[in-house]
């Protein structure tokens, strides 16, 4: 499997953006997709997964109720939208995607596929 991550850029504080994670090159039945993010000097952490196959879905604290993860079947593409943005949230944004225990979800190091990471910056 193979991931495309996308819709980065420049935001003004309170604003929305949308991330998108293409998947390809197999079938995602049993995989757990992933939005991790990484701001400089830090460690990457945990932001959001999906289950592909059912749709339960998972949150970090510092995003729930701001953001949204969700997925388009037809089209193998996970969505993150995220509304409320604040400076904190500046990061570059990864998808990543395994088979994986759902207890697990939030530890990128189980994470076997990953995008190439779309920064996203919030400007207060």
């Known amino acids: 499997v193979q991931l495309q991550a996308s819709g980065g850029g420049l935001v003004q504080a309170g604003g929305p953006l949308r991330l998108s994670c293409a998947a390809s090159?197999?079938?995602?039945?049993?995989?757990?997709l992933g939005w991790f993010r990484q701001a400089p000097g830090k460690e990457r952490e945990f932001v959001s997964a999906?289950?592909?196959?059912?749709?339960?879905?998972r949150y970090a604290d510092s995003v729930k109720g701001r953001f949204t993860i969700s997925r388009d079947l037809a089209k193998n593409l996970v969505f993150l939208q995220m509304n409320s943005l604040r400076p904190e949230d500046t990061a570059v944004y990864y998808c990543?995607?395994?088979?994986?225990?759902?207890?697990?979800?939030?530890?990128?190091?189980?994470?076997?596929?990953w995008g190439q990471g779309t920064q996203v910056t919030v400007s207060s």
């Open positions: 990543a995607t395994t088979r994986i225990v759902w207890s697990e979800i939030t530890n990128h190091k189980r994470y076997n596929r």
């Open positions: 090159g197999g079938a995602l039945g049993s995989y757990t």
């Open positions: 999906i289950r592909w196959s059912g749709g339960t879905t």
